[in-house]
């Protein structure tokens, strides 16, 4: 449980690194690969919860 923790703790650093840089740049395409992934971050999220 505290290795999954660690683990998010980890990808959400990234995560907003990622996130930041891509909304800097402001490219559409940027933009709409951004949202996608934070989709699929928080869907991630989510099923992780309920296994829980």
Request: aromatic letters at 30%; hydrophobic letters at 60%.
């Amino acid at each position: 449980m505290l290795f999954f923790y660690w683990l998010s703790l980890l990808f959400e650093s990234t995560f907003v690194k990622l996130f930041m840089r891509l909304t800097v740049e402001c490219s559409p395409f940027h933009i709409f690969l951004g949202l996608y992934f934070l989709y699929i971050y928080f869907l991630w999220c989510f099923t992780e919860m309920d296994l829980a």
